[in-house]
């Protein structure tokens, strides 16, 4: 698989949001606000939290789930790009802000 840009992971992110909206129609009549997103995304993330503890031995739920933990670090950042999309912010641009800015704080 080539390296995927940022750029193509956000396209790519939309087009699957457009289908989850859609079922989201079908299903409440209505879609999700970016309020709802943002939540879902907290959710994820804290699933990424409770699985890495699991992973790392401190969280007692038998043999860690190294697929699920991939998938939700995954669906996390999935979810920060269609948050970004749905609020105006270019994910790549956010991205290259924050670390030029952090960068420069720490002289890298």
Avoid: C
Avoid at 28 to 37: F, R
Avoid at 63 to 70: C, K, T, Y
Avoid at 80 to 95: C, F, N, P, T, Y
């Amino acid at each position: 698989m080539d390296d995927l840009t940022v750029k193509q992971a956000a396209d790519r992110s939309k087009k699957i949001r457009e289908h989850y909206r859609s079922l989201e129609m079908k299903h409440h009549g209505s879609e999700w606000t970016v309020e709802e997103d943002a939540l879902a995304f907290l959710t994820d993330a804290g699933l990424v939290g409770r699985l890495t503890m699991a992973q790392q031995g401190r969280w007692p739920v038998g043999e860690s789930n190294e697929a699920g933990l991939e998938h939700k670090i995954g669906e996390s950042i999935w979810w920060l790009m269609v948050l970004a999309d749905r609020m105006g912010i270019d994910s790549e641009e956010a991205l290259e802000n924050f670390l030029s800015t952090t960068e420069k704080r720490f002289d890298i």
